[in-house]
């Protein structure tokens, strides 16, 4: 199993960033996909997930700004990120949890700095 995420970056406050999030290899039934970050210094926290319900959940320092959207029956997931601040700043982890246990990728990096 592999988890391949891109989309990170250098961008300065206000901007946008889309971050992907691919997945291959054999899964027992996903049951939910997202996104954590973990900036330096601090735990790594929840940014967005969706489970295979439909519901989607968003950490409160996001929202309105961020959307995660995706498939898991592609096993895709995504997140535009709007009206980024220095306080986004952060390794992004892709996450995909199964009816067995969670996968993580190997994070892609979010710097927002003028």
């Known amino acids: 199993v592999q988890l391949q995420a891109s989309g990170g970056g250098l961008v300065q406050p206000g901007g946008s960033l889309r971050l992907s999030c691919a997945a291959s290899?054999?899964?027992?039934?996903?049951?939910?996909m997202g996104w954590y970050r973990q900036a330096p210094g601090k735990q790594r926290e929840l940014v967005a997930r969706?489970?295979?319900?439909?519901?989607?959940i968003y950490a409160d320092s996001v929202k309105g700004r961020f959307t995660i959207s995706g498939d898991s029956a592609k096993k895709t997931v995504y997140l535009q990120m709007n009206l980024l601040g220095p306080e986004d700043t952060a390794v992004y982890y892709c996450?995909?949890?199964?009816?067995?246990?969670?996968?993580w990728g190997q994070g892609t990096q979010v710097t927002v700095s003028s």
């Open positions: 969706f489970n295979s319900e439909g519901r989607t």
């Open positions: 996450n995909v949890f199964d009816s067995v246990r969670g996968y």
């Open positions: 290899g054999s899964f027992f039934s996903i049951s939910s």
